[in-house]
């Protein structure tokens, strides 16, 4: 069976570096904004970071349950911080 391999665009990848950053964002939004599971969300931050911002991120990532639906508790409704401004056309909106 082969694997239906993901082409994204340079702002799509951005985008999703900063998905994978965020905090509360779980790797279900990217998923199905994507369709990059977990494990292809590391091979890529592993590919388009440095070394050390991917050690970091790593490390990070790791022991954040927020990062995983299942284990977030039910008082995390969204996706990104309250105070994080509204991202349209993947376009950063600056404070």
């Known amino acids: 069976m082969k694997k239906k391999k993901v082409s994204l665009s340079d702002v799509q990848i951005d985008r999703v570096i ?5 905090d509360r964002t779980p790797f279900d939004a990217i998923l199905s904004q994507f369709g990059l599971k977990e494990q292809d ?3 890529l931050m592993r590919r388009e970071m440095k070394s050390s911002s991917f050690k970091m991120w790593r490390a990070r990532v790791q022991g954040r349950s927020t990062k995983h639906s299942k284990n977030r508790s039910g008082d995390v409704e969204r996706f990104r911080c309250s105070r994080q401004r509204n991202i349209s056309n993947n376009k ?3 404070r």
């Open 18 to 22: 900063e998905m994978a950053w965020e």
């Open 92 to 94: 950063i909106s600056k």
């Open 41 to 43: 969300v590391i091979k």
